[in-house]
């Protein structure tokens, strides 16, 4: 089967920097992405990593390392708004096109 | 501008009184997806489609079912709803090629009486 791990529950201080780790074990996938999900809200994509290494968007870059079973996602410059929860999701382990989420990451960011 | 449509946005049921959640997309997306979501926990995925091609998570019980009539259009149905499945619905879409990317409805919420 299938797992990603992350960790539940993240505070950070607005302007900071914020890394949120994804670990995983499952049996070949195609890619890993990212997803934002605000209370109440449904998810956005942020960002897909199909090979290793960074991707940057903006203020938010994704790494990938297969060799290493992890990904994470770093936020900078933090604002307010992000507060939400972060969730990776692998793409294609287990068939293709299904997507598989990660725990998800409450991120707090204060003041 | 919505890509993903989902109708309706609340939906109260009674406990095994069937119920039909519908998702509507204009992107052409050959794939569609349904999850269910529970709060604080992540999206589960229920069933997926592409184009035609029907694929049942293991998991998902058989009081689940799906229906795309075509590409636009997909139907969640609960046939006998429990207070367990009360939760948050949640469509979503991709291209099926290409950089990888879902595009999620607003979602229903559904509550089992």
């Known amino acids: 089967g299938q797992s990603l791990e992350q960790p539940s529950e993240v505070t950070a201080v607005e302007g900071a920097i914020v890394q949120i780790n994804c670990t995983y074990q499952t049996s070949g996938f195609y890619g890993l992405s990212w997803y934002q999900q605000h209370d109440g809200g449904a998810p956005t994509f942020l960002s897909y990593?199909?090979?290793?290494g960074l991707e940057e968007t903006g203020r938010f870059s994704s790494f990938l390392s297969r060799s290493d079973s992890y990904g994470y996602l770093l936020l900078q410059e933090l604002q307010m708004k992000d507060s939400a929860s972060y969730f990776c999701?692998?793409?294609?382990?287990?068939?293709?096109?299904?997507?598989?989420f990660g725990t998800g990451t409450k991120l707090q960011v204060i003041p | 501008d919505a890509m993903v449509i989902q109708n309706p946005r609340y939906q109260v049921t009674q406990f095994g009184k069937p119920v039909t959640l519908s998702c509507s997309q204009t992107?052409?997306?050959?794939?569609m997806y349904w999850y269910q979501q529970k709060s604080s926990q992540a999206p589960k995925l229920l069933f997926h489609y592409y184009d035609k091609d029907f694929n049942n998570e293991a998991d998902t019980p058989d009081n689940f079912q799906s229906r795309r009539p075509n590409t636009s259009f997909c139907f969640l149905d609960i046939r006998s709803p429990g207070l367990g499945d009360a939760a948050m619905y949640l469509c979503?879409?991709?291209?099926?090629?290409?950089?990888?990317?879902?595009?999620f409805g607003p979602g229903t919420r559904l509550t089992v009486t």
């Open positions: 990593n199909a090979l290793d």
């Open positions: 999701a692998v793409l294609g382990s287990g068939g293709y096109q299904k997507v598989t």
């Open positions: 979503a879409t991709s291209s099926g090629n290409g950089p990888y990317e879902q595009y």
């Open positions: 992107l052409n997306h050959n794939v």
